[in-house]
């Protein structure tokens, strides 16, 4: 294998790849990614064998071929080369001269063989979605998902696509069993491949990496799907993942909770206060307390071992008196992730899930579970 190619262009691409491969993998052939010649240029690929990334870049193909190579030094080799056009030739043993007319690298690579293949997923079209609606269900959700939960479920987004003349709704849930935060929205088109409703769990990790792919432009996603994997696809890049199997816990039954005290408060002043009064909250808990009293809130820490924090500020509330605590990151979680001025905390009693919604956004919802102080 031989080619040129821009700096700039292989660099986009290797750098895509660096949040799928899989650095502490027991196979150590997934800490690299595979270039592949392919028509009028290459094709770079890397998978932890759950989500695979694939980007074609232009170069010039000199000799066919395809090499794996260690993601991590090709890109800090790239990264640090000042030469805008690079030749990149496979040598004997799978060596590999990487160059730029004036530095030289050599690196130990593997054979294509080694490397392993990107399931062959049937692409069924289902639908294209604008960059920026997505981009907002991701913000939205994904904070909620669960971190190596043992409920594999958790670790994941639900992703709901339903028909609804004349386009689709779409749904997406993120929960941890701690919190959970739901979002939907209607799309109006007339080009979708969806006639049924349509309900799958996607990785977190997928899920992080489509978010850096919508953050990269403007251009619409495409998304398909096949019995066990989901497909993004934007120009020249497509996103690979196996679903998660299972059922997803049953979040209409929470949303449906009874709630009959509206507290509103500037979404900013919120944050602030949370901030700074769980300075002294224990750090295993984040535990902060609120007392909800008329058109005033009192929030306050405690930490036998550190000290205590106290702050009030004006709220809109006409309601009886509350106290009620919660694990101050995950209020700031779900504040952080809503662009309204204003937000409404909605609560029944001190052991009841907390509902919070920003001002004028009605599709979007967050449930906190109080904890006990």
């Not at 043992?150 to 849930?173: D, E």
Request: one cysteine or more; charged letters at 30%; proline letters at 3%.
């Amino acid at each position: 294998m031989k080619i040129q190619v821009k700096r700039d262009e292989i660099l986009k691409g290797i750098q895509r790849a660096q949040g799928v491969v899989e650095r502490k993998s027991t196979m150590p052939v997934l800490s690299n990614l595979l270039i592949e010649t392919g028509g009028e240029g290459i094709d770079i690929i890397a998978t932890d064998l759950e989500i695979g990334i694939k980007d074609r870049c232009a170069a010039k193909v000199i000799e066919s071929g395809a090499v794996a190579v260690s993601a991590r030094k090709v890109f800090e080799i790239l990264r640090e080369i000042i030469g805008e056009d690079i030749l990149i030739e496979k040598e004997k043993n799978n060596w590999v001269k990487i160059t730029d007319g004036n530095s030289e690298f050599r690196i130990m690579g593997l054979g294509k063989e080694e490397f392993p293949s990107l399931p062959e997923a049937k692409e069924t079209s289902l639908l294209t979605i604008e960059a920026s609606l997505l981009s907002e269900m991701l913000k939205k959700t994904i904070y909620a998902s669960g971190e190596s939960d043992t409920r594999y479920v958790l670790n994941g987004l639900l992703f709901a696509a339903k028909p609804q003349p004349p386009g689709i709704s779409l749904t997406m849930v993120g929960t941890d069993g701690h919190r959970l935060a739901i979002i939907n929205k209607s799309i109006e088109t007339n080009e979708t491949g969806l006639q049924e409703d349509k309900n799958v769990i996607i990785p977190k990790k997928t899920a992080v990496e489509l978010k850096k792919l919508i953050e990269e432009g403007d251009s619409a996603i495409s998304v398909g799907l096949d019995k066990n994997h989901i497909i993004f696809k934007r120009e020249n890049t497509i996103i690979l993942s196996r679903l998660i199997e299972g059922n997803y816990p049953n979040y209409e039954q929470v949303l449906s909770a009874t709630h009959d005290k509206k507290v509103s408060i500037g979404r900013e002043i919120f944050i602030g206060a949370l901030r700074r009064v769980s300075i002294l909250s224990k750090e295993k808990t984040n535990a902060v307390k609120l007392d909800i009293e008329k058109d005033r809130i009192i929030l306050s820490s405690n930490n036998p071992d550190i000290g205590e924090a106290k702050e009030e500020t004006k709220i809109s509330y006409k309601g009886e008196a509350l106290s009620i605590g919660f694990n101050a990151r995950y209020l700031l979680d779900a504040l952080s992730a809503m662009d309204g001025e204003n937000v409404t905390l909605n609560l029944y009693d001190p052991l009841s899930p907390a509902f919070l919604t920003e001002e004028g956004e009605t599709g979007y919802k967050c449930v906190v579970m109080p904890m006990r102080i």
